[in-house]
């Protein structure tokens, strides 16, 4: 089984609305933390925002939260007020309590943002 | 910007031939992960080291070797490169297993 899904191969957005990129994850360990990254077309992996297991509140980095819903296993990204420059590939990412760290991705979304 | 640096950044070389990547960070974080990106796959993890000399396999570790011998340094050598090696690879650092991974530029590799 998929450890992390993104069911959406690509997004569009018009500029200045909002959107949701979907995760859904899937682990049996109680101590998790779930990841997002941007990439954009140059290629660089750049870190978006972090949500704990533990976390009682849904993350949030400036025009970046996280919509986690620990019941339905889902870790939905919401980009608010998009920007031309939020066009790139978002990639979810999970990594489990006792695994050294590492990360379990996504296929990624690629996500337009229209003028 | 993390300190981390990937190199080449890009490579061609031909079936049969050995090939080392290297990653090289100045955070002196403890991790050290390689990671491999083909299209439809995302980033799938190729081999990780906890410390120095101390390396495991990821989920798709044949046909790699890695070594750390200093903690700034960690090396992936592929010892006879084949066509389905053909990939963007990432190298990524953190300091604890809690917090982000931080990713170094890529090399595009093309073995022909």
């Known amino acids: 089984a998929q450890k992390i899904t993104q069911t959406q191969p690509g997004m569009f957005v018009q500029e200045k609305e909002a959107v949701t990129l979907d995760c859904t994850y899937d682990t049996s360990d109680p101590s998790y933390g779930l990841f997002w990254y941007k990439q954009p077309s140059s290629g660089e992996m750049i870190f978006l925002i972090y949500?704990?297991?533990?976390?009682?509140q849904n993350a949030t980095e400036g025009r970046y939260s996280l919509n986690f819903q620990k019941a339905r296993k889902s870790a939905n990204l919401v980009i608010s007020a998009s920007q031309l420059g939020d066009s790139a590939m978002y990639f979810c990412a999970m990594r489990e309590g006792t695994s050294y760290g590492k990360l379990t991705f996504g296929q990624g979304t690629i996500l337009t943002v229209h003028p | 910007d993390a300190g981390i640096t990937q190199s080449p950044r890009h490579k061609v070389t031909e079936t049969g031939t050995p090939v080392t990547l290297r990653c090289h960070q100045t955070?002196?974080?403890?991790?050290m992960y390689w990671y491999r990106q083909d299209p439809g796959h995302g980033l799938r993890l190729i081999h990780y080291?906890?410390?120095?000399?101390?390396?495991d396999k990821g989920e798709v570790s044949d046909g790699y070797s890695v070594s750390r011998s200093k903690t700034e340094d960690f090396l992936l050598t592929l010892e006879s490169a084949t066509s389905s090696q053909t990939s963007v690879y990432f190298c990524a650092i953190s300091a604890t297993t809690g917090q982000p991974q931080h990713f170094g530029d890529g090399t595009r590799l093309s073995i022909l």
């Open positions: 949500q704990g297991s533990y976390d009682q």
């Open positions: 080291s906890y410390g120095v000399k101390d390396t």
């Open positions: 955070e002196n974080h403890r991790y």
